[in-house]
Every structure is written in C-alpha cells, then in structure tokens.
C-alpha cells in the first residue's frame, strides 16, 4: 500500500513538472508581447468624394463638377500673408488631379455660409490615403483652428502641430505666427481680427451672469482674458478642462482675438485650450 501510494505521489509531481515545461517558453525565446491597446482615433464618415480640378488656396479646392471644398479644422495663411503662397502650392501638390473624399462627424455633407463643402479631406488612391489637414499641419502650412469637431480628431492634429512648432517648419520659423504671450496685452492686441495662439498662466476664473472669466491679469480693461459661455462649460469639463481649475495653470489658447476692454478670445469648444504644461 505503502508502494502505491509513492507512485501515485510519483505521478503527480511528473505531471506538474511536464505542464510548467509546457508553459514556460522555449530557450532563447521570448514570451510574446502583450498586444498594444488601440488608443481613440480620428473616426469621420464619408460624406462626398470627387477629383481635384483645381486650389483656389491653402484651404479650398474645385471638384470636377464643379462643388468647391473648405479643409475643415485648419487656419492657413492668406496668399498676400507671409506662407500663404507656400501653403497654396503644398495642397497643390498633395491633391491636384487626385480624387479625394470628404469625411465630418455628421453622415450628411456640411457647408459653410458660402455653399462651399466643409469637412476634413483624404487623397485616396493606390490602397493609401493621406490625411490632407494632418499634412499640411504637419509640415508647418497650417495651424490647428479653433473648431475641429472630434476630440480625437483635435488631439491627433495638435500633436502634429507641437512637433511643426519645435522644429520651426513654414509658419513657425516666421515671427508674424509666433504664439503671443498672454502677459503682454499689447502683443496680444495687435493681432484683434485675425486668427492667434496665445500661451499664458491664468491668473484667476471668475463667473458673471451666464459668463465665465478666464482671467490673465488683474486689469480686465486692459489685459488679455478667455470668455466661455456657462452652456458650455459642461464640455469643457468632460474633456479635461473644467474652467475653474484652471486657475494657476499654464494654458495655451487659440481663437480670433476680439477688443472689448482688454484683447479677450472666446472659447467655444474645448479644443481651444491646451494645457501647456503638459505639452
């Protein structure tokens, strides 16, 4: 008895040493690695296509039927600005004669005030596509504007425009599209009207009536400020950027800069604000 119950012990120490030689990986290999978790993406639904007859300009196409198009989430210099030239012939380059799709959050085509077709633009063809707001972004002949849509969308093109920016491509190696700091209001002045990125530590937020104060100094009528709507300020929260936690917090904001008082920027979605500390 005293036999049987050493071969049964016997056994099982066999069969427990062949399943961890079967688990174990083989010599000199490695385990396999864990298979990376896709992050959010940049998802758009194709709402027209065509070809590509002709630029107007760094942001505006003519289709083959004649529709005009408008890239979507991009500000581009004009062609009598310092780039806009430059960014004219690099979306020639990119699209003239190539069929391209129009893609938006929505499933319907969107225009602007114009007629002309407005969403982001992909060059298809050749089991490719190509991203044509992220290249242009990329290499320095466009900034990222102020409405873009989809979060993911934002995140992926200001990602691209943080590398333009330190390697000083197109526009970043010109002073005229240097980001103005938010401490010297009169910098911040000079560009009212047009399309600017401002980067500075709020100094305090404040709430009057159905308005948020993002505050830069102490002096609203002379310094510079961010205003956001209090309707919107849930989608501020939701991304990240609750408005009164902003206080003490390095921030990087891009808009058109209005006068009223101080240069102030309102700050309609979230992709306006970028915490420049983490970037």
Not at 101 to 118: H, I, N, Q, S, V
Not at 201 to 225: H, P
Not at 229 to 238: G, I, L
Request: glycine share 8%; proline share 4%; charged share 25%.
């Amino acid at each position: 008895m005293a036999q049987g119950l050493y071969l049964g012990m016997l056994a099982v120490a066999l069969s427990a040493a062949a399943a961890a030689q079967a688990q174990a990986p083989a010599a000199g290999k490695k385990p396999a690695a864990a298979k990376p978790v896709a992050g959010a993406e940049c998802k758009l639904t194709t709402v027209a296509a065509g070809a590509v007859s002709s630029v107007v300009d760094g942001r505006t196409l003519v289709l083959d039927d004649g529709r005009e198009v408008r890239l979507a989430a991009i500000e581009v210099a004009a062609e009598n600005e310092p780039g806009g030239a430059a960014a004219k012939t690099a979306l020639e380059a990119l699209t003239a004669g190539r069929r391209i799709e129009l893609r938006a959050a929505a499933d319907k085509p969107e225009t602007d005030r114009y007629g002309r077709l407005f969403g982001h633009v992909y060059v298809t063809g050749d089991n490719a596509e190509r991203w044509a707001e992220a290249e242009l972004i990329a290499s320095g002949h466009a900034r990222v504007a102020a409405r873009v849509g989809e979060r993911a969308c934002a995140t992926m093109l200001l990602t691209r425009e943080r590398a333009a920016r330190a390697a000083n491509l197109g526009l970043w190696a010109d002073p005229y599209y240097v980001i103005r700091p938010a401490d010297d209001a009169a910098a911040v002045a000079a560009e009212r009207g047009r399309f600017a990125i401002v980067e500075g530590k709020v100094l305090s937020v404040r709430e009057s009536g159905a308005t948020i104060y993002v505050n830069f100094g102490r002096r609203w009528t002379q310094d510079f400020t961010v205003t956001i709507a209090k309707r919107n300020e849930s989608a501020f929260t939701s991304a990240g950027l609750e408005p009164k936690r902003l206080q003490g917090r390095r921030v990087r904001v891009r808009g058109y800069v209005e006068q009223r008082g101080g240069p102030w920027v309102e700050a309609t979605r979230p992709e306006q604000i970028e915490l420049a500390e983490r970037n």
